[in-house]
């Protein structure tokens, strides 16, 4: 992997345990992490907590193990992308880009700020950065553009399907794909939502979500 992302121009750093990476992460500017499951001294889920704590640079987790399980788990922590072996080289390396262009969008500066305030919850798309109440809520790059998108669409219901589609434009969506599900649990618990009666992020079952609040 490191040659095919070498000849598209991305500088890598590999790592070959946990420890390693671990250094990288605390002392390089890095701008995306591709990180493995199966490390001989730690789990990539724990590299992925690690990371989360303080950055929120793009995560695409690679396992071995077709396992619906870990994906959402991996989903749940931060990770953006989950990828199982065998892959096609060339997939991971348009994963890769897709990622990052997504990232640098919302990290690069904007002639003009756009804000979305809804009650106490205020998105800056420039920023990127979200507060609820006037305390910031860290979220990933995957995260925060499905906030953004129901922001847009306040008061309106926006698809699972729509938003996947929107988020992942390069893959097709599958009727029982629960990976939108999975980051709108994940935003909810980062704004400390009630699970069965959340004041923002709505579900209307069968159909999708909306903020209404």
Same mark, same amino acid.
Request: hydrophobic content about 40%; some cysteine.
């Given at each position: 992997m ?7 121009g991305f ?5 070959y ?6 250094n990288y992460?605390?002392?390089e500017d890095?701008d995306?992490a ?6 001989p001294?730690m ?7 690690k ?8 995560? !695409?987790? =690679? $396992?071995a193990?077709?396992?619906e399980?870990? &994906? @959402?788990?991996?989903?749940?922590? %931060?990770?953006d992308?989950y ?11 348009a ?8 990232y640098h969008?919302f990290?690069k ?5 756009k804000?979305?305030v ?14 609820l109440n006037?305390k910031? !809520?860290? =979220? $990933? ?6 906030? &953004? @998108?129901?922001c847009?669409?306040? %008061?309106?219901?926006?698809?699972s ?6 988020i992942?434009?390069d ?5 029982n794909?629960?990976?939108?599900a999975?980051h709108?649990?994940?935003?909810r ?8 009666k959340?004041k923002y ?6 159909v999708g979500y909306k903020?209404e609040?």
């Amino acid at each position: 992997m490191a040659v095919y992302l070498k000849d598209e121009g991305f500088e890598v750093l590999k790592a070959y345990t946990g420890r390693e990476a671990l250094n990288y992460i605390n002392t390089e500017d890095i701008d995306l992490a591709i990180l493995d499951l199966m490390l001989p001294d730690m789990s990539g889920f724990g590299i992925c907590q690690k990371i989360r704590e303080e950055f929120t640079y793009p995560v !695409i987790m =690679l $396992t071995a193990r077709d396992d619906e399980f870990d &994906k @959402i788990n991996g989903l749940m922590i %931060g990770a953006d992308d989950y990828v199982t072996k065998p892959f096609l080289p060339l997939e991971l390396v348009a994963r890769v880009k897709a990622q990052l262009r997504r990232y640098h969008e919302f990290s690069k500066e904007r002639k003009q700020e756009k804000v979305y305030v809804i009650s106490g919850l205020v998105l800056n798309e420039s920023t990127h950065e979200c507060f609820l109440n006037e305390k910031e !809520i860290k =979220l $990933t790059p995957t995260e925060f553009h499905i906030l &953004k @998108i129901l922001c847009k669409n306040k %008061g309106h219901v926006v698809s699972s399907e729509d938003i996947f589609k929107e988020i992942y434009q390069d893959e097709i969506y599958i009727k029982n794909n629960n990976t939108i599900a999975v980051h709108v649990r994940h935003i909810r618990e980062k704004m400390k939502e009630s699970i069965s009666k959340p004041k923002y992020i709505k579900t209307v079952w069968g159909v999708g979500y909306k903020i209404e609040y």
